[in-house]
Structures are given as structure tokens and as C-alpha cells.
């Protein structure tokens, strides 16, 4: 018959892949070290203004919905106050502040020793605190009360000192660790999505370097820094990939039509001398709002820069200039001599061609509107570095 406290260790294990992908991505800096089933279960080592600084992590992770694994009686605890106890004289010399952290995915009640052990922090609370823990250590019998009573025989000195420098973070930080873990990410918008898998590669980046060291019989130990890198790494992974802007139902051109005053858009006064018909010229002017929407939320989005945007309008200007000059050459006319049958078969070339391809930094677009309506924004000739026109009438002001 299978062990079925077999999957409860495995789960265990597992949890200190996340508490330490957690410490390691809210690092104080790159060059913070962490260490795996060292001398705990994590160490972090990190230089700080005023020296060094080490913190020692036990991680309990509980699979049965009703267990503390912390119960003022249970093995966990009482190991895990030998562990530190064992090691803290060594420790006490080599670093300038220690911190001995204890977490579990359960909430904890107030009230139990751990939590009033964590929450002590005055000296009258750490003395009163003390004599609960040798009471409770000499009132129990078996395996766990010989760990707890040589726990219970270290000097008030050091325990007192452990107990000052320990706390506990229970179920109501750490019971959704992978949620915390890719939240500390910081993913770009674009790599929401693929978030878990950003995460696994995570994990499984993590767990081979582990079983690398520990098949050679050597300590895990790692500094940050690599974990950024990949990190980023994945990350651009997924950016690499093909995208497009918001389809057109999606961006907020109702919205901004209602704001922007179709009269005083200098584009839409061009196109109107050219006798568009009414349902394509406010097909175009939805075009533009919508066009204007997307522009603005990639801008904030930080997707894109306003550079990329330039450096766009300027290819498309150089398309319709071309178009222009090609018009040029059929109909054997000067720009002086353009007519309104002229400046359309402009117009019919540069809006309504068999595709709207455009590239927009990263973003590849094949959006009609986005097409059409960056193109409106050149011809209002405002805040752009690359100005066109449908129509122009020297005598009436167009450029």
C-alpha cells in the first residue's frame, strides 16, 4: 500500500521551492545569497547598512485541512527551536543581525505558543513567554518531549535572544504562495497571460539547479541575480511573440467620440471638400478616435514608446508621398495643379488598400483603424512629426 504521507513530504519539499522563489523575488538586492536545505530550509544572506544579515527560514507546509502543524505539543515546533538553538552561537559570531523566521499555509490561532513565542516582543513578554515554553516542554513526554526539554535546558540568555529575533508568518500571508510569487514577478501587461508558465519556468529552473548540486553532494547556495535573469528571459520569450493591437469593438472610440468635436478636426474638413460620402466620412472619424484610444492606452501601458509611434508615421508618410509623386507621374500634373479628382485617387491609394500594415515598435498591426486613423492624425498636422494632407487649399489655409 502506497505511503500516504509520501505526497505530504513531496508537497513539502515543494513549498520550499516557493518560499525560496519568494524570498529570492522580494530580494533586498541582486547580490542577496539564498541557500536550500542548508542549514534550514532557506537562508537568506544579505549585506545591509549596518552589516550583515541572515535569515533562517523553517517552512511547514500542512495538507490536511484541519492540522496545525504547530500546536504547542508538535515535533515541528520543538525541531525547529533545537535547529536554531544548535546553530545561533556560530551564527551570532559570523553575522551582525539574525532573524529566525517560521512559516506555514495554516492560519494559526492567537493565543498558541508559537504566536505568543513570535509576538514577544518587550522583555517582561519574553520572560513570560520563556516560563510558558519550559512548562510546556516539561509537561510533555515521548519523542517530541525529550526534543522540547533540551530545548527547554539552553540558557535564558539564548533563548531569550531567539525569541526576541523569531516570528511567524502563518496561512494569512502564505496560503496562496504562487499567487505571491508571480505578483512579486512584476510582469509587463503583455506577460499576464502566460503568468503560470512564466512561474513553472521558474520552479523548474530552481529545481534543476538544486538536484545539479545536491547529485554532487554540495550545498545549494545562489545568489539572486540569475533568477532576474531568467526571469527576464522568459519573459521576453512571450513578448517575442506576434501581436496586435485591441480590436477595433474592444478600443474606447465611443467613448472618445463623444468627447472629440468632429468640426474641429482639421482632417475631417478635408475630407468633406472632397465630398467623402457622409457614412465613410464618419466610418473614418470612428476610425480616428479609435486609432486615438489605442495610442493612448499603449502609451501608458508603457508598450510602446512615443518614438515608435513617430518612427510609424514616418514610414506611412513616406507611403503616401510616394503614392503622391506616382499620381504625379501618371497625370502628368504639379501639385500646384491638383484637382479634388487628384487629391481622391491619393486618398482611394493611401486608405484603401488590400491590407493596413503597420508596425508600431514591438507590435505588428494589421488593424484597419489603427491604419486609417494614425493617418487622420497626420493630416491634423498637430503633435506629429510627420504631416500630410487630403486636401490642400493655399488660399483657404491648408498647408
Given at each position: 500500500?502506497r505511503d500516504?504521507?509520501g505526497?505530504?513530504?513531496a508537497?513539502g519539499?515543494?513549498?520550499?521551492?516557493?518560499?525560496?522563489?519568494?524570498r529570492?523575488?522580494?530580494?533586498?538586492?541582486?547580490?542577496?545569497?539564498?541557500?536550500?536545505?542548508?542549514?534550514?530550509?532557506?537562508?537568506?544572506i544579505?549585506?545591509?547598512?549596518?552589516g550583515?544579515r541572515?535569515?533562517?527560514?523553517?517552512?511547514?507546509l500542512?495538507v490536511?485541512?484541519?492540522?496545525?502543524?504547530?500546536?504547542d505539543s508538535?515535533?515541528?515546533?520543538?525541531?525547529?527551536?533545537?535547529?536554531?538553538?544548535?546553530?545561533m552561537a556560530?551564527a551570532?559570531?559570523?553575522?551582525d543581525?539574525?532573524?529566525?523566521l517560521?512559516?506555514?499555509?495554516?492560519?494559526l490561532?492567537?493565543?498558541?505558543l508559537?504566536?505568543?513565542?513570535?509576538e514577544?516582543?518587550?522583555?517582561?513578554?519574553?520572560?513570560?513567554?520563556?516560563i510558558?515554553?519550559?512548562?510546556?516542554?516539561?509537561?510533555m513526554?515521548?519523542?517530541?518531549?525529550e526534543?522540547?526539554?533540551?530545548?527547554?535546558?539552553?540558557?535564558?540568555?539564548?533563548?531569550?535572544?531567539?525569541?526576541?529575533?523569531?516570528?511567524v508568518?502563518?496561512?494569512?500571508?502564505?496560503?496562496?504562495?504562487?499567487?505571491?510569487?508571480?505578483s512579486?514577478?512584476h510582469?509587463?501587461?503583455?506577460?499576464l497571460?502566460?503568468?503560470?508558465?512564466?512561474?513553472?519556468?521558474?520552479v523548474?529552473f530552481l529545481f534543476?539547479?538544486c538536484q545539479?548540486?545536491?547529485?554532487?553532494?554540495?550545498q545549494?547556495w545562489t545568489?539572486?541575480?540569475?533568477f532576474?535573469?531568467?526571469?527576464?528571459?522568459?519573459?521576453n520569450?512571450?513578448l517575442d511573440?506576434?501581436?496586435?493591437?485591441?480590436p477595433?469593438?474592444?478600443?474606447?472610440f465611443?467613448?472618445?467620440?463623444?468627447?472629440?468635436?468632429?468640426?474641429?478636426?482639421?482632417?475631417m474638413?478635408?475630407?468633406?471638400?472632397?465630398?467623402?460620402?457622409g457614412d465613410?466620412?464618419?466610418?473614418?472619424f470612428?476610425?480616428?478616435?479609435?486609432?486615438y484610444?489605442?495610442?493612448?492606452?499603449?502609451l501608458e501601458?508603457?508598450?510602446?514608446?512615443?518614438?515608435?509611434?513617430?518612427?510609424?508615421e514616418?514610414?506611412?508618410?513616406?507611403?503616401?508621398?510616394s503614392?503622391?509623386?506616382?499620381?504625379?507621374?501618371?497625370s502628368s500634373?504639379?501639385?500646384?495643379?491638383f484637382d479634388i479628382?487628384?487629391?481622391?485617387?491619393?486618398?482611394?491609394k493611401?486608405?484603401?488598400?488590400e491590407t493596413f500594415p503597420?508596425?508600431?515598435?514591438?507590435?505588428?498591426?494589421?488593424a484597419k483603424y489603427?491604419?486609417?486613423?494614425?493617418?487622420?492624425?497626420?493630416a491634423?498636422?498637430?503633435?506629429?512629426?510627420?504631416?500630410i494632407h487630403?486636401?490642400?487649399?493655399?488660399s483657404?489655409?491648408d498647408a
Amino acid at each position: 500500500m502506497r505511503d500516504p504521507e509520501g505526497s505530504a513530504s513531496a508537497a513539502g519539499y515543494g513549498y520550499q521551492y516557493e518560499r525560496a522563489l519568494y524570498r529570492i523575488y522580494t530580494a533586498p538586492n541582486a547580490q542577496t545569497w539564498f541557500g536550500i536545505e542548508t542549514a534550514d530550509d532557506v537562508e537568506e544572506i544579505s549585506q545591509t547598512s549596518s552589516g550583515s544579515r541572515r535569515v533562517s527560514e523553517q517552512a511547514k507546509l500542512s495538507v490536511q485541512p484541519r492540522k496545525n502543524p504547530l500546536q504547542d505539543s508538535s515535533q515541528n515546533l520543538w525541531k525547529t527551536l533545537r535547529i536554531w538553538l544548535a546553530g545561533m552561537a556560530e551564527a551570532r559570531l559570523k553575522y551582525d543581525h539574525l532573524e529566525y523566521l517560521l512559516v506555514t499555509n495554516k492560519v494559526l490561532k492567537k493565543g498558541t505558543l508559537v504566536m505568543r513565542l513570535s509576538e514577544a516582543q518587550s522583555k517582561d513578554e519574553i520572560a513570560q513567554v520563556l516560563i510558558d515554553l519550559r512548562t510546556q516542554a516539561h509537561g510533555m513526554t515521548g519523542k517530541g518531549g525529550e526534543i522540547a526539554k533540551e530545548v527547554a535546558a539552553y540558557s535564558d540568555a539564548d533563548l531569550e535572544f531567539l525569541i526576541g529575533h523569531m516570528r511567524v508568518e502563518d496561512g494569512q500571508f502564505n496560503a496562496q504562495m504562487k499567487e505571491r510569487i508571480i505578483s512579486s514577478l512584476h510582469l509587463p501587461e503583455d506577460a499576464l497571460a502566460c503568468s503560470e508558465s512564466i512561474y513553472s519556468g521558474l520552479v523548474g529552473f530552481l529545481f534543476t539547479q538544486c538536484q545539479e548540486t545536491w547529485k554532487s553532494r554540495g550545498q545549494f547556495w545562489t545568489c539572486a541575480q540569475p533568477f532576474y535573469n531568467h526571469r527576464q528571459a522568459l519573459v521576453n520569450r512571450f513578448l517575442d511573440g506576434p501581436w496586435e493591437p485591441m480590436p477595433f469593438e474592444e478600443t474606447k472610440f465611443a467613448e472618445w467620440a463623444e468627447k472629440i468635436d468632429p468640426s474641429d478636426m482639421r482632417f475631417m474638413a478635408q475630407l468633406d471638400k472632397l465630398s467623402v460620402p457622409g457614412d465613410l466620412l464618419m466610418e473614418q472619424f470612428s476610425y480616428f478616435c479609435a486609432a486615438y484610444s489605442e495610442r493612448v492606452r499603449l502609451l501608458e501601458s508603457g508598450r510602446v514608446l512615443l518614438s515608435d509611434f513617430d518612427k510609424a508615421e514616418g514610414v506611412l508618410s513616406d507611403r503616401w508621398k510616394s503614392i503622391g509623386s506616382a499620381h504625379r507621374i501618371v497625370s502628368s500634373k504639379t501639385l500646384d495643379q491638383f484637382d479634388i479628382s487628384d487629391y481622391n485617387a491619393v486618398l482611394a491609394k493611401t486608405l484603401f488598400p488590400e491590407t493596413f500594415p503597420m508596425k508600431v515598435g514591438r507590435m505588428s498591426s494589421s488593424a484597419k483603424y489603427l491604419f486609417c486613423g494614425t493617418y487622420h492624425r497626420m493630416a491634423n498636422a498637430v503633435e506629429t512629426l510627420s504631416p500630410i494632407h487630403w486636401h490642400r487649399d493655399v488660399s483657404a489655409g491648408d498647408a
